[in-house]
C-alpha cells in the first residue's frame, strides 16, 4: 500500500470515528446534553450510599435530600426561608448593582472622577469582605441593615468595574459620528455609551447577582433566626447533614436561574453583536 493510500485510509477511519461520536451525541435531545454529567453522578451517588459505603450523616443520598426538600416545602419552613432570603438579596443586589453602575459611570465619562475616585475603589475592591464582617456589627450591629449593607457591597465592585470597563471600550470611531450628528451630551449617554457598554454592563449584572447570593449566606449566619443560610448553620449545629445539602442545591438552583435570566436578556437586547458561538 502507498504511504498516500495509507494516509487517506486513516483520514477516512478518523472521519468514520468522529461521525460516530457525533451521531452519539446528536441522539440525545440537545437541552439534555447538560444533565448528562450530573445524572450519570446521581446515580453513583446514590448506588454508593445505598450500599452503604458512604454514611448519611457524611453524605445523604440524593434520595433523602429529596425527600427533605418535599417535608420542608410542605411544611411552609422553606418557602419562609426563602421569601426572607429573596428580599435581603434583592435589596442588597438593587442598592450596590445601582451605586456601581452609577459611579463606573461617572468614573468612565470623566477624568476628574477616574482620577479622584477609581484609586480608592479599586484598594477597597482588594479588601476581603469577609474581613469586614466584624466592623459591620460593631457599626451596624446584627439587623437587617447590616446585611443588606454587607449584601450590596459584594455586589457593587462587580458592577462598577465593568460597567467602567465597557464605557472605554466604546469604539472612539462612535464619538465622531455623534458629533457629526451634534448630539448632546445626554444623546451621547443614552443613545451612544450605554448601548455600546451594554455587554458589559450585562456581565455586571451577572457577576454581581451571583456575588449577592454568596453573601448572603455569609449575612444570615451572623445573629439572624431566619433565611436559608441561617437554616443551613442551625442544620449544621445539629447535624442533619440532609438539611444542609437542601440549601446548597436550593442556592444553586436559585443563583442558576438568576443567571439565566440575565442571559436571555443578553440574548434578546446583543442580537447585533456578531460574536464567536463555539
Known sequence: MSKEAAQNLKTGSDVHHKKTRKDWL??????????ILPVFLLVIWQAAGSLGW???NLLPTPYAIVRQFFRLVASGEMLEHFRISLIRAMFGFVLGGLTG??????????????????????MLRTVPLLSLIPLFILWFGIGEFSKILMISLGAFFPMYVNTFLGIRNVDVKLYEVSRIFQFSKWQQISKLIIPAALPNI?????LSLGVSWLVLVVAEMMGTSAGIGYMIQDARAYSQTDI????IIFFAIVGKLSD????VLEKRWLRWRDTYKG
Open 26 to 35: 446528536h441522539s440525545i435531545p440537545e437541552p439534555l446534553h447538560a444533565w
Open 101 to 122: 453602575f452609577l459611579l463606573g459611570l461617572s468614573t468612565g465619562l470623566g477624568k476628574i472622577a477616574e482620577r479622584t475616585l477609581d484609586p480608592s475603589l479599586q
Open 202 to 206: 450585562l456581565l455586571g449584572i451577572r
Open 244 to 247: 444542609v445539602f437542601v440549601g
Open 54 to 56: 458512604i454514611g448519611p
Open 260 to 263: 439565566s435570566v440575565v442571559r
